[in-house]
């Protein structure tokens, strides 16, 4: 496998595309292009809120709007045994531990002085073994996994937001349902690829300490990252269905090509005409607000 440096793009399949989206894949696709790097495109379909007829299309729309990748499309639920091997060799070096609390046992757990506003209380990180197991009968439900850590926040470099300090609290890594969480899974994915260079919605930006650190606990690079504006609808919301034509088959190709060009301030026919003019010096900081003709 190529693991020469690499930007991607990653959607989960959800929902089908709507404009911000595709908008977020297209400069993902020219902060790639633009420094000599592969181009990749990953479904995140883990989540059993996901659906495969609409990852195809996903890959459809993209490929209709001029987005390239240079090597066929990965599925994230064809590399299940990738996420179980790190698992396992986190849990080796004791740095797993069960957690058997619900979103509402977090909500109204105390928490120390020095906590960060939202982070893990540390609830279960150092009970007994049997405390674990009254835990695991009175709730009667599979624990998930947390990474032990020995930080409240990391900071990484952004290209966009310049140094971001976020909270790295133990987080989940396995949920209970045994599913690897999205902040493991967008890790290994990434290093086993070759990705270095992360450009996403900037919704994604607190998660990135997290993942950074856990990359660099696992002794991967760290990547690059680029946190873009999103597209807000006239409210200032984040884009939905409900905002009218929003998806590709509703504007069309070429409609929404020029849409995404006008928004970006460097009018063009092609994706080619596009990367000519790119410079991310000049990109927009603030989201664009979107407004269906």
């Known amino acids: 496998m190529d693991l020469s440096p690499a930007g991607r793009f990653a959607p989960s399949p959800s929902a089908d595309l709507h404009i911000g989206n ?6 993902a696709w020219l902060f790639a292009r633009s420094t000599g790097r592969r181009f990749l495109l990953r479904v995140e379909d883990l989540d059993d809120r996901t659906f495969t007829d609409v990852g195809a299309r996903q890959v459809e729309d993209l490929a209709a709007i001029g987005v390239t990748w240079d090597e066929p499309v990965e599925w994230q639920t064809t590399h299940r045994a990738r ?24 909500a109204h757990a105390p928490r120390a002085p020095h906590a960060p506003q939202g982070a893990y209380p540390g609830t279960c990180r150092d009970l007994s073994e049997a405390e674990r197991a009254q835990r695991r009968d009175e709730t009667g439900r599979p624990p998930a996994l947390r ?5 409240f926040v990391y900071t990484v470099t952004d290209l966009i937001h310049g140094s971001y300090m976020g909270i790295v609290d133990d987080f989940v890594v396995r949920r209970g349902d045994g599913v690897p969480a999205y902040n493991l899974a967008v890790v290994v994915d990434d290093a086993a690829s ?3 260079q992360v450009v996403r919605g900037d919704d994604l930006l607190s998660s990135s300490p997290r993942q950074a650190y856990l990359a660099r606990l696992l002794g991967y690079p ?8 999103l597209v807000l609808n006239e409210d ?3 884009l939905a269905k409900r905002d009218g ?15 995404i060009t006008e928004s970006l301030g460097w009018p063009a026919t092609t ?9 991310p010096e000049r990109l927009p900081r603030q989201p664009w607000i979107y407004r269906p003709d």
């Open 22 to 27: 595709l908008r977020t894949a297209v400069l």
């Open 83 to 106: 996420y179980d091997a790190v698992i396992d060799r986190l849990t080796a070096d004791g740095l797993l531990y069960e957690c058997y609390c619900s979103r509402k046992d977090i």
């Open 147 to 151: 990474l032990r850590t020995d930080t």
């Open 194 to 196: 070759g990705i270095d």
């Open 222 to 229: 760290e990547p690059t990252y680029a946190h873009v504006p």
């Open 236 to 238: 200032g919301a984040r």
């Open 245 to 259: 034509a929003v998806t590709l088959a509703e504007i069309g190709v070429e409609r929404a090509f020029a849409q």
């Open 271 to 279: 994706m080619d005409e596009l990367l000519a003019q790119f410079d």
